[in-house]
């Protein structure tokens, strides 16, 4: 084992590869979670965006509908977990686990319908990498940063102004107190059902964008659950983050981090012994659990989360 194997530039771009689909589906989870819904259909959205991205980018050749194909799968998704949540008060929890279920069937099925046992093509169109050529000749800060994806820089961007918009507008303010006080928020004019629509619905989005980043930027093509649990991976980030954008992303490059150390080790020997290539896979989601069971105790969520809420005219 080497400290390039721990911290080398190789391990650093890695990390903020692997991070990025996390830290969206956090975003995601942030965003509703801050209004007042747990929105755990997370992990279907990033499968539905990673799929009909692909089947669209597969028709049309073109990127940029692929990817509206994707933010839209997630938001009809997303749209239904709304209704059952919101309009129908229903247990969010069970509402989001059935929205998994029926994303992972859905997909599933419709990947073999369309392209049977052959899989999709292999000559997609894809998000293109930015090269950033004036770092070429940084050591180190060149190889880390300098050929990340156009969708890395795009997560990176949504953090900060997701956190502007959260704690210096008065939207923000709005959409948290929401969260937080909901019949209050609705004494002082605030409509607390179009709020809460409007906070699932970008949840969505923002986790099918994290899979269109998966099919469209990473692997080039689609495969049965190829999200992996990234979506739940995200919850536990944005817990550890403290329901705040950038502490949802600090949190998802600890879980990127072990998920490229856990590649980058393979092979290696500590004290003359081969590390277990099975071991090491488990390693982001071990974290994901020490993560959750350290912080979630001391981390205070959103007061009126997962709290159906009935206005004031249907009480």
Do not use: K
């Not at 179009?194 to 269109?212: D, E, H, K, N, Q």
């Amino acid at each position: 084992m080497t400290w390039e194997m721990l911290v080398g530039a190789s391990v650093l771009a890695a990390t903020l590869r692997l991070a990025t689909p996390i830290a969206l589906a956090a975003l995601g989870g942030t965003m509703s979670e801050r209004s007042g819904v747990v929105n755990i259909a997370l992990e279907g959205s990033m499968l539905v965006g990673c799929f009909f991205g692909v089947v669209v980018a597969d028709r049309s050749h073109n990127i940029w509908l692929a990817l509206a194909a994707a933010l839209l799968a997630g938001l009809l998704l997303a749209a239904l977990h709304a209704y059952a949540s919101i309009t129908l008060r229903a247990d969010q929890i069970v509402s989001g686990m059935a929205l998994n279920i029926l994303a992972l069937g859905l997909t599933t099925y419709l990947d073999y319908e369309m392209y049977g046992t052959t899989g999709t093509p292999s000559d997609l169109v894809a998000v293109p990498d930015l090269h950033l050529t004036f770092l070429n000749g940084i050591p180190y800060v060149g190889t880390a940063i300098g050929d990340q994806n156009w969708i890395v820089w795009v997560g990176l961007l949504l953090v900060a102004a997701l956190q502007v918009f959260l704690f210096r507008t008065v939207l923000g303010l709005r959409w948290r107190a929401v969260g937080e006080h909901p019949r209050a928020a609705e004494t002082v004019g605030v409509n607390v059902r179009r709020m809460r629509y409007a906070a699932v619905l970008a949840s969505g989005a923002l986790a099918a964008l994290g899979g269109a980043y998966l099919s469209l930027g990473v692997a080039h093509s689609f495969t049965d659950g190829m999200t992996g649990g990234r979506g739940f991976i995200g919850l536990a980030a944005m817990i550890f983050g403290r329901w705040t954008p950038v502490g949802a992303l600090g949190a998802s490059l600890i879980f990127g981090y072990g998920n490229a150390l856990s590649t980058s080790l393979q092979g290696a020997t500590v004290g003359g012994v081969r590390l277990p290539v099975q071991l090491l896979g488990t390693l982001p989601y071990i974290l994901t659990i020490l993560a959750v069971a350290g912080f979630v105790g001391r981390s205070r969520a959103p007061a009126a989360d997962g709290l159906p809420y009935e206005t004031e005219g249907h009480a």
